[in-house]
């Protein structure tokens, strides 16, 4: 049977699992299945955009509550500059508390961002980042994950099925089905987005 929204999915479990005493689990065993491709997929329609004002003084903004890596920063000036990350200590190293004006440079303090130097007026930022997944329920019926990769979404959700079942054979055969789809969308979203180039790796500031 395809595999197109929640409902569809949850039978599809359930009739590979054959068993009908796990009805109330198997939401969650999806959910657990969406955690984890939120921890290790970095899609493009996983890909979000914020904007936020910075106030002369001071140097923190709060990040999005949806949060999970962080792939560019970027001042709304003109021409628009790039900011470069730093850690913490390293920010502090090389912008002392005092210093004021357009900030160059940001770092990571729990749930904000602190940018150095200390804005010195008000400034827009737009940050670029990667947030978690877009989770399915009877409201939300549908994602792109799941239209483009249900076995993905299959496969984990039987993987967290074998786990509470404390089947050992068939979480490790769910569990290698599972990585291999991760690993085929991963490889997928990376030639969609270096065709026809070569491919530089960078680090993300993430979680």
């Known amino acids: 049977m395809a595999i197109g929204n929640y409902s569809e999915l949850k039978t599809a479990i359930a009739n590979f699992l054959a068993r009908d005493d796990l009805t109330d689990r198997i939401p969650e065993f999806i959910s657990l299945a969406e955690a984890r491709m939120g921890r290790e997929l970095g899609t493009r329609s996983q890909t979000k955009r914020a904007n936020a004002t910075l106030t002369a003084g001071d140097a923190f903004v709060s990040l999005p509550t949806d949060l999970r890596s962080i792939r560019s920063i970027k001042l709304n000036t003109t021409p628009a500059e790039v900011l470069e990350f730093y850690t913490p200590m390293a920010l502090d190293s090389y912008y002392t508390s005092s210093a004021t004006g357009k900030p160059r440079a940001y770092t990571i303090f729990g749930t904000e961002v602190k940018f150095a130097p200390t804005p010195d007026s008000a400034y827009t930022v737009e940050l670029i980042y990667g947030e978690g997944m877009d989770e399915l329920s009877d409201s939300n019926s549908s994602n792109t994950i799941l239209t483009r990769h249900p076995d993905a979404y299959l496969y984990g959700s039987l993987g967290a099925a074998g ?35 070569a491919l530089q790796m960078k680090s993300d500031y993430g979680e």
Do not use: N
Not at 165 to 180: C, H, I, N, P
């Open 163 to 197: 786990v509470y079942l404390m089947d050992d054979a068939k979480t490790g055969l769910y569990e290698q089905l599972f990585t291999r789809a991760i690993t085929e969308i991963k490889r997928e979203e990376a030639e969609s987005q270096f065709a026809g180039s």
